[in-house]
């Protein structure tokens, strides 16, 4: 069955850079984008930017423009978001999901806490 | 950037009503980029509508979208214990994506 699978719960200090991946199976990876969603603390979704899994073409939020960086390895079918210069307020859930216009299929969430 | 503001933010509704969810956007959504999630705690979200009234694989046919231009709904028929959730809309436009805010739906 299709899966994405994410990497274990980090903990940063603030200025640091986080790196979270998701392994993706049972599907032809360069088929679908990989998207990057986070969500906080009792808030809601908030989306961050995707990868073009074949081309590695990405696309940000504004948001998140000029601290995030989003690569894949399609030898291995995982896809990567970078986030650098992390803050308290970058304490959050980061989803990783499938998709084009629609996110069809989710990673269960890695936690990144940030904290000194 | 499309701003989606769903209402209300909260509902509070007993098992066997009819819910009915609301997504406006600031400016006009193609209805082909229109999606509604559910989300229940802990757990990642699962893609409930697709299309605005297009029901995603394994979704029951209670749970039905529609709408168009700036106004969507998901309308739940008669809820069941296992609906009760958080609810998300989420757009499409010049390749970039927004959700909005969210409407709990608890019980009452």
Known sequence: ?116 | EIVLTQSPGTLSLSPGDRATLSCRASQSVSSSFLAWYQQKPGQAPRLLIYGASNRATDIPDRFSGSGSGTDFTLTISRLEPEDFAVYYCQQYGGSLYTFGQGTKLEIK
Not at chain 1, 32 to 41: M, S
Request: proline share 3%; aromatic share 12%.
């Open chain 1, 1 to 116: 069955q299709v899966q994405l699978v994410q990497s274990g719960a980090e903990v940063k200090r603030p200025g640091a850079s986080v790196k979270v991946s998701c392994k993706t199976s049972g599907y032809l990876f360069t088929d679908y984008q990989i998207h990057w969603v986070r969500q906080a603390p009792g808030q809601g979704l908030e989306w961050m930017g995707w990868i073009n899994t074949n081309s590695g073409d990405t696309k940000f939020s504004q948001t998140f423009r000029g601290r995030v960086t989003m690569t894949r390895d399609p030898s291995i079918s995982t896809a990567y978001m970078e986030l650098s210069r992390v803050r308290s307020d970058d304490t959050a859930v980061y989803y990783c999901a499938r998709g084009a216009v629609v996110f069809d299929i989710w990673g269960l969430g890695t936690l990144v806490t940030v904290s000194s």
